[in-house]
């Protein structure tokens, strides 16, 4: 399967920016959708943005213009590129792939990284 490894997480001022990275390794071959999710406390685990293995990406209506996914093949690793941060963005981080292995599905998670916006 595959293995997910997200770093980049922290604490930063309302406005300020952070990218968060996740390494990916294991059998890569079979991934088709990558993606990061937040959740906060109490509440439910949302996709913030999601990139394609043929290039479409989709974006939460909360972070459009704000994040930018993007994934470098050569590295193994996806971004998440996030400008503007704001308070409600605080939350738990969390890496994601799918991918179909002999035509059988998989999900992958890391285990996430924290990132606290202080207004």
């Known amino acids: 399967q595959v293995q997910l490894v997200e770093s980049g997480g922290g604490l930063v001022q309302a406005g300020g920016s952070l990218r968060l990275s996740c390494a990916f390794s294991?059998?890569?071959?079979?991934?088709?959708?990558m993606g990061w999710y937040r959740q906060a406390p109490g509440k439910q685990r949302d996709l913030v943005a999601a990139?394609?293995?043929?290039?479409?990406?989709n974006y939460a209506d909360s972070v459009k213009g704000r994040f930018t996914i993007s994934r470098d093949n050569a590295k193994n690793t996806v971004y998440l590129q996030m400008n503007s941060l704001k308070p409600e963005d605080t939350a738990v981080y969390y890496c994601?792939?799918?991918?179909?292995?002999?035509?059988?599905?998989?999900?992958?998670w890391g285990r996430g990284t924290q990132v606290t916006v202080s207004s």
């Open positions: 994601n792939a799918d991918s179909v292995l002999s035509g059988t599905p998989f999900t992958s």
């Open positions: 294991g059998i890569i071959s079979g991934i088709n959708r």
């Open positions: 990139v394609f293995s043929a290039g479409r990406i």
